[in-house]
């Protein structure tokens, strides 16, 4: 699978929006600006640069997402 199409898949998972982090990965990836590691990250690596990503305190824009996400969620539908 191409990175592109992993990109596309993240993208239908978390970002009901456009997102301009993603538009700029895809189109590094497309330009050939962004390139995959020579390596894998070691398990070392991943575990701290999660501890990383966990400390950084979330945006009210990213809350306020989630939150109507919720509100959504819980409307029921007609079937």
Not at 34 to 50: F, N
Not at 64 to 75: H, I, P, T, W
């Amino acid at each position: 699978m191409s990175p592109t199409t992993i990109l596309e898949r993240i993208r239908r998972l978390f970002a009901s929006d456009a997102s301009e982090h993603l538009d700029s990965i895809r189109d590094a990836l497309v330009a050939g600006t962004l390139k995959e590691p020579v390596r894998p990250m070691s398990d070392q690596e991943l575990a701290r640069a999660i501890r990383e990503f966990r400390s950084v305190p979330v945006s009210d824009g990213t809350l306020a997402k989630l939150s109507q996400r919720f509100v959504a969620a819980s409307v029921p539908r007609d079937v």
